[in-house]
């Protein structure tokens, strides 16, 4: 595995992020995790926005809280391999589901030990915004997801039903 380093969007990457997307697209994924909606706005440029504003807390919709979304870019090619959305506090449905962070990895870079590494990068970025209980939730057929999060210190708290039938793990990381 290559070194990454988490990196703010902005306008320079925008032709990588939209083969990003295009690749999971094109394996079937509709639905980006980490990406703070990326796969819903067709403009870049109003992306782009939509991340400047939720990364205040005077401008973050009150639907939304403040959050810090980075491209995990490979040091070595530039290439994105992934993202990571990192929720400054818990709203009520984050609370009962998606908890502080969301990432994803493309599909062709999977495996190879980058999700492992962008959570630690990401649960250090917790540290600067003086986060110290990271909540983490995922599906339960997600091994990949659920071995990720356990890397990472992740200690299971419980799992339930979801609205869609499915098993949700929730898993806690103390910094
Ligand atoms: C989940 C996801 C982020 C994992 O990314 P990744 O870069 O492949 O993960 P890593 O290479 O760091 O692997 C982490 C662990 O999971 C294991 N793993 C990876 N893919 C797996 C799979 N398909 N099935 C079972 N285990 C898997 C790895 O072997 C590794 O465990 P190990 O160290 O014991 O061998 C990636 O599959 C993805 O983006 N999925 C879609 C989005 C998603 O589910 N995000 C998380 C939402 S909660």
Not at 29 to 47: C, N, Q, T
Not at 75 to 100: E, M, P, Q, T, W
Not at 149 to 166: A, P, S
Request: aromatic share 10%.
């Amino acid at each position: 595995m290559n070194e990454l380093l988490l990196s703010s969007p902005n306008k320079s990457h925008e032709k990588q992020a939209l083969e990003y997307m295009q690749e999971h697209f094109s394996v079937g994924e509709r639905d980006l995790h980490g990406a703070s909606l990326l796969e819903k706005m067709p403009v870049y440029g109003d992306w782009l926005t939509h991340l400047k504003k939720t990364n205040n807390p005077r401008t973050a919709d009150p639907d939304w809280v403040t959050a810090s979304t980075f491209f995990a870019v490979r040091k070595a090619d530039k290439k994105i391999v992934g993202i990571i959305d990192i929720r400054h506090y818990l709203n009520d449905f984050l609370k009962g589901y998606g908890g502080h962070i969301g990432y994803g990895v493309r599909p062709s870079e999977r495996r190879k030990g980058y999700a492992t590494e962008i959570l630690r990068l990401g649960l250090e970025y917790c540290k600067t915004i003086n986060l110290t209980h990271i909540m983490l939730a995922c599906y339960k057929d997600n091994a990949a997801s659920a071995k990720t999060i356990v890397k990472n210190g992740g200690i299971f708290e419980k799992e339930f039903e979801y609205t869609d039938g499915k098993t949700i793990q929730v898993y806690w990381v103390t910094l």
